[in-house]
T-cell receptor, first 112, second 114 residues
Framework: DAEITQSPRHKITETGRQVTLACHQT?????MFWYRQDLGHGLRLIHY???????NKGEVSDGYSVSRSNTEDLPLTLESAASSQTSVYFC???????????FGSGTRLTVV | DQQVKQNSPSLSVQEGRISILNCDYT??????FLWYKKYPAEGPTFLIS?????DKNEDGRFTVFLNKSAKHLSLHIVPSQPGDSAVYFC?????????????FGKGTKLSVKP
């Protein structure tokens, strides 16, 4: 069955370290997204991609970067982790822009 | 400024009764609305959607109502079951415009008590 997987599920890192969160989907979806979920803020869009070599900034992109070298993967990199980036991160994909996103199970990141 | 607002952080209802979750939006370009459901330690899952050309969409126990003039939508769950206890996110997009991405509200935590 097609799926979308995120790794790791949990990560603790130190302030200033570079961290990469993985997202892999086997739906063959062109569109992929990264959101973060914080108490009191809901789900906020970090970066998104509509296809290979395409990346775009979302609402809260500062301190984050993504790259899209193939259809299946959209890794999210925190260039220099900050405590404000402690959050739960969700990756999603969709085959169209109609909003039928399929979400991964999330990565809980703690920056100490 | 928040474009999709869920003003009730939490809602508690008795099993078998109706749950009504509300959502307001400010962007008149939004033309597609969705509800997602999220259990702890899981990703959100799609529940139901509605296009702006409709004012109601029904799927089993779940019905979404859209009032475009008031920029308001609501999700009705009848009858509510304990398994419905989760966080519900309202989301919107402007498919025909530049904001094809989903904009989410902050979520409402529903607790259905047996």
């Amino acid at each position: 069955d097609a799926e979308i997987t995120q790794s790791p599920r949990h990560k603790i890192t130190e302030t200033g370290r570079q961290v990469t969160l993985a997202c892999h989907q086997t739906w063959n979806h062109n569109n992929m997204f990264w959101y973060r979920q914080d108490l009191g803020h809901g789900l906020r869009l970090i970066h998104y991609s509509y296809g290979v070599q395409d990346t775009n900034k979302g609402e809260v992109s500062d301190g984050y970067s993504v790259s899209r070298s193939n259809t299946e993967d959209l890794p999210l990199t925190l260039e220099s982790a900050a405590s404000s980036q402690t959050s739960v991160y969700f990756c999603a994909s969709s085959g169209s822009l109609l909003g039928f996103y399929t979400f991964g199970s999330g990565t809980r990141l703690t920056v100490v | 400024d928040q474009q999709v607002k869920q003003n009730s952080p939490s809602l508690s209802v008795q099993e078998g009764r109706i749950s009504i979750l509300n959502c307001d939006y400010t962007n008149s370009m939004f033309d597609y609305f969705l509800w997602y459901k999220k259990y702890p330690a899981e990703g959100p899952t799609f529940l139901i959607s509605i296009s702006s050309i409709k004012d109601k969409n029904e799927d089993g126990r779940f019905t979404v109502f859209l009032n475009k003039s008031a920029k308001h939508l609501s999700l009705h769950i009848v009858p509510s079951q304990p398994g419905d206890s989760a966080v519900y996110f309202c989301a919107a997009s402007a498919r025909g415009g530049s904001q094809g991405n989903l904009i989410f509200g902050k979520g409402t935590k529903l607790s259905v008590k047996p």
